[in-house]
């Protein structure tokens, strides 16, 4: 498998620790914000879900969702 540090950052994927970091909550607000479309678009890889790093969209990348301040989706 490759190094996912080594790919594009718009190739790269993040799971819900990133966003716990990023946004300084707990595991449980990372997952209400998800149910309740407050977070960019995920994938759903098998039973692991992931968000793509980078899109250029903030509704599909989660720093460029940051960058735009935090829209919600719905």
């Known amino acids: ?28 607000t990372v997952w209400r914000m998800q149910a309740e479309n407050r977070l960019p678009e995920s994938l759903k890889i098998g039973r692991s879900v992931r968000w793509r790093l980078r899109t250029g969209d903030p509704s599909t990348g989660a720093v460029d969702w940051l960058e735009s301040g935090c829209p919600s989706r719905g």
Do not use: G, I, K
């Open 1 to 28: 498998m490759a190094d996912q540090f080594a790919l594009p950052e718009t190739q790269r994927t993040v799971n819900h620790r990133w966003f716990m970091e990023a946004l300084q909550v707990s595991s449980a």
